[in-house]
């Protein structure tokens, strides 16, 4: 399996097909293979090289304790990291969720290694996380309880193989990447790249989602009919064909 390094941190990287480069991170909880098994990769495969990446804390990369490890800086750092590792200059970025906020903190660190960005299911505004959400992940059912609470999602109603995604974690990593985030609003509009942006209808964050793509100079933006935070993530039948287009004209 391939890795680099940034400032002593392993990250953990996979790549395939051939065509553009095209970065693919996932979101909190999540790991590289999602890209796959929810039926991604295969469809893009064809006309990308797909660079897929373990964000710090998942999947095969370190998952430091840390709190101060999960800065927005280190995670670009990360993705740069695997850039220069693989000797590529600029790439096609796309990120879900926690995957989503990392790509606008490319497009605004470092705009010279992106020539254009998806941004799924995250806004850039700031978020403080409630007081019963605070906890230090080693209590595994009680840290999944809480955060399914605030995203509005029935585990009752998901299978087997989207709950295994998010049990298999470390969750004391999980809980130091998880932390309040300030506002990158003001930087917004230096964001000059083309941006696509999307979210599930029935996300929380929707309208803010909505509202920040007023706020780049070249953003485009969809919304899913009826779909939550996770199955705007799942159902890549409906996110493909809004984005493909998009991809193609880069």
Avoid at 7 to 13: E, F, K, L, M, W
Avoid at 81 to 105: C, K, N, Q, R
Avoid at 162 to 174: M, T, W
Wanted: proline share 6%.
């Amino acid at each position: 399996m391939p890795y680099t390094d940034n400032d002593g941190t392993r990250i953990h990287y996979k790549v395939e097909g051939s065509g553009p480069p095209l970065i693919l991170q996932h979101g909190m909880f999540w790991d590289l293979e999602g890209w796959e098994r929810w039926g991604y990769a295969n469809s893009l495969k064809r006309d990308f090289q797909l660079i897929l990446v373990d964000a710090r804390g998942h999947g095969g990369s370190d998952k430091p304790h840390d709190p101060t490890a999960y800065t927005l800086s280190n995670h670009v750092a990360d993705v740069l990291a695997v850039l220069d590792a693989l000797e590529i200059p600029t790439a096609i970025y796309w990120g879900f969720s926690m995957g989503g906020w990392i790509g606008f903190g490319m497009g605004i660190m470092a705009a010279d290694s992106l020539k254009a960005a998806i941004i799924g299911g995250a806004h850039p505004y700031g978020r403080k996380l409630p007081d019963g959400s605070r906890l230090d992940g080693t209590n595994p059912d009680l840290f999944l309880e809480r955060f399914f609470q605030r995203q509005g999602i029935d585990r009752e109603q998901m299978g087997p193989a989207k709950i295994a995604e998010f049990v298999d974690n470390d969750f004391q990593a999980i809980a130091a990447a998880q932390q309040d985030r300030q506002t990158l609003e003001a930087s917004l509009a230096s964001i000059e790249k083309p941006v696509l942006l999307y979210v599930g209808e029935s996300n929380g964050g929707a309208a803010q989602v909505n509202q920040c793509a007023t706020q780049m100079p070249s953003a485009e933006f969809f919304s899913l009919l009826g779909l939550n935070h996770p199955e705007s993530f799942y159902r890549s039948d409906l996110v493909l064909p809004h984005v493909l287009p998009f991809l193609l004209a880069q």
